[in-house]
């Protein structure tokens, strides 16, 4: 087994500062970013907005849906954008739908279908393929009243600004090609209680698939209100997962690993992508699942033990959210058009994109990473597998402060799969990371303990 060993480092000084280096920029991944419109976005949202409502309950018949009203008429219209993406790439997506009936439930009246829409672009490398990443929005929408199925809900920000991301990113991405898949999702019954994710995420789950990281966007418009700040969009993470056994949890326990979630994990490399790609927004990481009395789609990945994120803009206009349309003393409520910022949504697709597109270009994170503690030692031993899938051609190791937020410092292992560092282990977090020739940097796994 190769080893290195490092100890001349510490004296010199020599260990690398994360993230002053932002990394190598994938010229491919800058030309797409390029080609976000926010004009596109615009129209999106023009559309789903002219459906009048996009609520769970209401119509999905035929007559309805060729009228242009309804949550059918918004699946359908979901549906043909994919496939016109599809047919500009020459076919590379894979435009599907989920079909299932829910209910009756707390808010949902009566038996309902609900359809998710997604299209996949499948991985280039048959191993890597198997490796997912996914950009999710829910596409339907509410008023004031969740059992109203017929009055205006237009949801421009909440959410068709978040299925305007997925839509926008299956456009700017399907003209590329990467190792690993990318699924593009838009879900329905977020608002009857997050129905399409949770079935979207048992059936992930049921079927094995590997997926490395879901990125939701839900109201992500930019709410033009005076005291938005429209260079920063929040990420939110669970610390403790949602999905923790006994087991881990007397784990996270022992090791302070409370803060280092593999949602966690997907955050920080999201700022670690703001820093190396020009997005035009800075994404702020906000360490706890999501806002005060809300929840979102990606806690229903979460439940099933996936890494999940949630994208929400800075300041959040409640007069604009989950209200009917209306104009009480001088004050306008609803969800309207002309409160969304498209320069905006386009800055957060570049990220999102940005974000898909280097997990989807990078290896596999390393397999079975793992920190020797046999005896009690001062140094700090890490060995680990090679990342599945043979694209990696380097490892680094990762560390912080066990206070500080984000990753600190980096040692590059070369092609080892084993490294000791001067520093005891008790004081810091380590992490390891694969790369490939190009620099192209996997999610880091933090190490579990070996006795
Ligand atoms: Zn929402």
């Not at 991301?165 to 608002?191: D, H, M, N, Y």
Request: glycine letters at 8%; a negative charge.
């Amino acid at each position: 087994m190769r080893q290195i060993l490092i100890f001349a480092a510490l004296a010199t000084g020599a260990f690398a500062q994360y993230p002053v280096d932002p990394g190598p920029r994938d010229p491919q991944i800058v030309a797409a970013l390029k080609q976000v419109s926010p004009s596109r976005i615009r129209s999106t949202i023009e559309k789903l907005v002219s459906l009048q409502t996009r609520s769970t309950l209401s119509a999905q018949d035929p007559a309805s849906i060729a009228a242009g009203h309804g949550i059918g008429a918004a699946r359908e219209w979901i549906k043909s954008e994919f496939e016109s993406y599809s047919r500009d790439c020459g076919g590379c997506l894979e435009v599907k739908t989920d079909t299932f009936t829910e209910g009756p439930a707390d808010r949902i009246p009566r038996p309902t279908e609900i359809t998710n829409v997604y299209a996949v672009l499948n991985g280039t490398d048959p191993e890597n393929a198997k490796r997912v990443v996914l950009v999710t929005g829910h596409y339907d929408s509410r008023n004031s009243d969740t059992l109203d199925a017929t009055a205006a809900a237009p949801g421009a920000n909440d959410d068709g600004s978040g299925t305007a991301v997925s839509l926008e990113c299956a456009r700017v991405l399907s003209k590329l090609k990467f190792p690993a898949t990318v699924i593009f999702l838009t879900v329905a019954g977020e608002e009857q209680g997050l129905n399409g994710s949770h079935h979207f995420a048992q059936m992930a789950k049921a079927a094995g698939w590997n997926i490395e990281a879901v990125l939701n966007n839900d109201i992500v418009g930019g709410d033009r209100s005076p005291q938005q700040d429209s260079s920063v969009v929040r990420v939110f993470s669970e610390g403790v997962p949602l999905a923790a056994g006994d087991a881990d949890l007397r784990l996270i326990r022992n090791l302070g690993g409370e803060n280092d979630s593999t949602s966690r994990e997907v955050a920080r490399y999201v700022a670690e992508v703001a820093r190396t790609y020009d997005s035009g927004v800075k994404p702020m990481l906000v360490f706890r699942l999501d806002r005060y009395l809300r929840g979102g789609d990606h806690s229903a990945f979460n439940r099933e033990g996936y890494p999940a994120v949630r994208f929400t803009e800075f300041r959040e206009d409640y007069n604009h959210q989950h209200q009917n349309v209306r104009t009480e003393n001088g004050v306008e409520y609803g969800d309207l058009t002309k409160f969304v910022n498209f320069d905006y949504i386009a800055a957060v697709a570049r990220l999102n994109a940005a974000t898909l597109a280097s997990l989807a270009s990078a290896p596999a994170p390393p397999a079975k990473v793992h920190l020797l503690t046999k005896e009690l030692q001062n140094d700090s031993t890490l060995t680990w597998e090679p990342s599945p899938g043979g694209r990696a051609t380097s490892y680094e190791v990762l560390w912080r402060a066990t206070t500080s937020a984000e990753w600190e410092h980096t040692q590059s292992a070369g092609n080892a799969t084993r490294i000791t560092l001067p520093l005891s282990k008790d004081n810091v977090i380590f992490a390891v990371v694969a790369a490939d020739k190009e620099g192209h940097r996997s999610l880091p796994v933090v190490p579990i303990p070996e006795r």
